[in-house]
């Protein structure tokens, strides 16, 4: 078992910049993909960006790439995602999810624990 909790999310303007931190409990940490999604009012849940277990490989859905940077510390059991350049379409409630394996890293259902959000709201 997994916990996961997320922080660091808050107000801001466009353009400026947010670190989110997720941190895990337990031992395992190091064998778990991780990922963050968001989800803003009336839209599913998407993927924002993951990385591999040893932090060697990343992904990063397209609206958020060359703005947001995924990275894992495993000795502190967290990952954390350094977003850049913020825009009001990035205001959304963004999780912290942890997967055992598996390739399909954009995919809610591949991931196994949930952290319960963190509020990111980006005005114009």
């Known amino acids: 078992q997994v916990q996961l909790v997320e922080s660091g999310g808050g107000l801001v303007q466009a353009g400026d910049s947010l670190r989110l931190s997720c941190t895990a409990s337990g031992r395992t940490f190091s064998r778990y993909i991780m990922g963050w999604f968001r989800q803003a009012p009336g839209k599913e849940r998407e993927i924002a960006a993951a990385i591999s277990s040893s932090g060697s490989r990343t992904y990063y859905t397209d609206s958020v790439r060359a703005r947001f940077t995924i990275s894992r510390n495993n000795a502190k059991n967290t990952v954390y995602l350094q977003m850049n350049a913020l825009k009001p379409e990035d205001t959304a409630v963004y999780y912290c999810?942890?997967?055992?394996?598996?390739?399909?890293?954009?995919?809610?259902?591949?991931?196994?624990?949930w952290g319960q959000g963190t509020q990111v709201t980006v005005s114009s």
């Open positions: 999810a942890a997967a055992q394996g598996g390739s399909t890293w954009s995919k809610v259902e591949h991931y196994d624990y």
